[in-house]
């Protein structure tokens, strides 16, 4: 099931994310980053695998035959016994999606043996995707809090500190995109890179998809805001590539992609008059009945009893 981000949970984020940044930057600086990183490679090692998994899984069973022997397995861990007896891990699965383990898992072992810019961005783009799926925002009042103050964040620990630079150079982990910038002349032995931290890509991601949530409540059969934040999302990253490009310096993506993501959907709204309409919209929320009509309906409920 999604986790849903409340406004609480949305102010406290670039808070609790400053103080994971600022450890893991402390601990480069006092401990080997060679014994960090290999922590690191293998924990990661073991929960991309999982996430690719996941990720091609629906794919890939459109290849596979009719005839795939498909058999159903569970996994299951409990606490306790009797009345007592809790369900920590209940996961089913079938023989294709074990077929899709193992095929992460070569990816897996390519990463861990090579490190190799490929297999990093595949498994960041699966940690992204299912971050995506798995994170929902309730509403745009709370988005717009939660890029808010990652907006300060991420302007703060490139442009202020030396922090988000040095932790992202440090840290061997696919939590970040790279992108060769030296690929022609060097192939997919590409050595000098631009990055992308996958924040940058999860966070705007998740605010896009309730966007495309409103869309459908609206039932008018357009996805409006979604393509706009779609493609001001596209705008902010070809913004953030061209300043780095111009500056040569390490630039904060949400800088250019959070007034894009934010204001793009904003200005359509006030340009089609539904502003109230997309702040007021809010998930798993039911119409509240007035005392009126509960009172008629329990008059009604009497008439049908007697």
Known sequence: MPETITSRDAARFPIVASCTLFGLYL??????????NLLLSMYFFVLGILALSHTI?????????ANFPSRQYQLLFTQGS???KEEIVNYEFDSKDLVCLAMSSVVGVWYLLRKHWIANNLFGLAFSLNGVELLHLNNVSTGCILLGGLFVYDVFWVFGTNVMVTVAKSFEAPIKLVFPQDLLEKGLEADNFAMLGLGDVVIP????????????????????YFYTS???????????????????HAQ??????????????LLVAL????????????????????????????????????
């Open 57 to 65: 899984s629906p794919v890939m069973n459109k290849f596979f035959p």
């Open 252 to 265: 904060p993506a949400l800088l250019y992609l959070v007034p894009a993501c934010v204001g793009f959907p």
């Open 230 to 248: 779609f493609v001001a999302y596209i705008f902010g990253l070809g913004l953030t590539i061209f300043i780095m490009h111009v500056f040569k």
């Open 27 to 36: 601990f480069f600086k006092i401990f080997s980053q060679e014994y960090i």
């Open 82 to 84: 009797g009345e007592a």
């Open 271 to 306: 340009v089609k008059g539904e502003v109230t309409e997309m702040f007021n919209y809010e998930e798993n929320s039911t119409p509240k009945e007035s005392p009126q009509s509960a009172k008629d309906g329990a008059m009604e409920l009497e008439k049908k009893e007697k």
């Open 205 to 224: 991601g998740i605010f896009i998809a309730l966007l495309l949530r409103f869309d459908i409540s609206l039932k008018k059969n357009t996805h409006t």
